[in-house]
């Protein structure tokens, strides 16, 4: 496939040189170029640094093209649609397998559902000596009938095709075991949990003028308690009841405000009356998708995640850096990453009574805001720091490469790398 003269295409260029035998090469695979953002940031430029070479393949796009830049790193462009498309799905399962026997990598490290399912398959015809794939999220929990079937008849696949599945999150792993994706010594969790880890000092406590500044920037008044939410505006994050727990808490409280950051999604129709209410509401500051987010946590007083699934929000985690108190879901993911009365408080999914409650009483206590998110604070700093997750992987890198192609995981399940499980 030709490409225009692009970063992307220059970083391509170099894809075909020979690596350096000293330097065990890993492919990431993913679906779409923005989720290298989230799962990879930092992250390359460290494996790297501990003796690794790193390619990455996924769709192309303006991200890809940016990211390659940034990273400096070899990219390959090959469409990949994260729904189920036959026809599509054969053609890139054939360029990924091409690819990858340019490539000849020692790792094959494949996210998200679609690029777990097309990166195993490639991996495995293509005879890639170590596949990794990484849990991130299992749709199939919240789906019905045909649906729910597909979903996870193509987990069992990936995590089938794969010699190391690594898990988000330890209430994922759980799921995985009890639902048989996969046996308890093929999965594993790093640390505390979480893909890429936390940007302890990127997302900080923010100091009064940068606190100001945010609201500036939403049109938000200083002196106003703002309620804040990141992330895709659609029914599976709980879009519905924080409009439902907004109405009542908006009258309730008349200095409270409403700070909505991140995208709707179209093809989202079941939402569309609720994010239609919260545009007409004057208190409602809508930012869309932002892409430095760190810079609006400040303005926030209590973050809200009313979601129905998750792997493990990365949200929360940010959240929580900030120093901000969390109202989530006690669903899998959200449990691991929001420690209920400690660093937040979790509610029952598809609750607004219950979202609007909590919600409430972290606007009428600051001290309880206070000492809720210091405790969470502290809580990443010891246990989601993006370096030591970041060490925890690179660590499985090298443990999987010198148990062989050939040999059992199970026979040493003993030599998982320190934080691991």
């Not at 209430?171 to 046996?183: D, T, Y």
Request: glycine content about 8%; hydrophobic content about 45%; aromatic content about 4%.
């Amino acid at each position: 496939m030709r490409h225009t003269a692009t970063p992307a295409r220059a970083a391509q260029r170099r894809a075909d040189r020979v690596t350096e035998p000293a330097r065990a090469t890993v492919v990431h695979v993913t679906t779409v170029p923005l989720s290298l953002v989230t799962h990879l940031s930092g992250q390359i430029g460290f494996v790297q640094r501990r003796g690794f070479a790193v390619h990455v393949i996924t769709s192309p796009g303006p991200e890809l093209d940016t990211f390659a830049e940034g990273e400096r790193i070899p990219v390959h462009a090959i469409p990949m649609a994260r729904a189920i498309t036959p026809l599509r799905d054969v053609l890139a399962l054939w360029r990924l397998w091409r690819t990858l026997r340019r490539i000849r990598p020692d790792i094959v490290h494949s996210h998200t559902p679609k690029g777990g399912l097309l990166g195993m398959i490639a991996a495995t015809l293509a005879g890639t000596p170590v596949r990794v794939y990484h849990l991130r999220g299992l749709p199939f929990v919240t789906a019905k009938g045909g649906r729910r079937r597909l979903l996870r008849l193509s987990e069992l696949a990936s995590c089938s095709l794969a010699h190391r599945v690594l898990a988000v999150s330890h209430s994922m792993r759980s799921i995985a075991v009890e639902e048989g994706l996969c046996p308890a010594d093929k999965v594993k969790v790093v640390l505390g949990g979480s893909g890429n880890g936390v940007d302890t000092e990127r997302f900080r406590p923010a100091a009064d003028d940068a606190r100001q500044a945010a609201r500036a920037e939403c049109g938000i008044p200083a002196e106003a308690l703002v309620i804040g939410f990141v992330g895709r505006l659609t029914r599976e994050k709980g879009i519905r009841e924080l409009e439902r727990a907004w109405r009542a808490l908006r009258r309730a409280e008349p200095r409270a405000r409403l700070l909505l950051v991140g995208w709707v999604e179209a093809e989202d129709a079941e939402s569309r009356d609720a994010v239609a209410a919260l545009r007409a509401d004057p208190r409602v500051h809508f930012t869309g998708p932002v892409a430095d987010t760190a810079r609006l946590y400040p303005a926030m007083d209590v973050v809200a995640l009313p979601t129905y699934r998750e792997g493990f929000p990365n949200v929360a985690l940010e959240a929580a850096a900030a120093a901000l108190p969390i109202v989530a879901t006690s669903v899998p993911g959200c449990v691991d990453a929001v420690q209920d009365g400690v660093t937040g408080v979790l509610v029952s999914p598809q609750d607004a009574a219950g979202l609007e409650r909590a919600l409430r009483r972290y606007l009428a206590e600051p001290a309880l805001r206070a000492r809720h998110g210091e405790a969470g604070r502290r809580r990443v700093v010891a246990q989601f720091r993006r370096e030591a997750i970041w060490e925890g992987i690179v660590a499985e890198y090298r443990a999987l490469l010198s148990i062989g192609p050939g040999a059992s995981l199970s026979a040493r399940a003993d030599d998982a790398p320190a934080g691991s499980r």
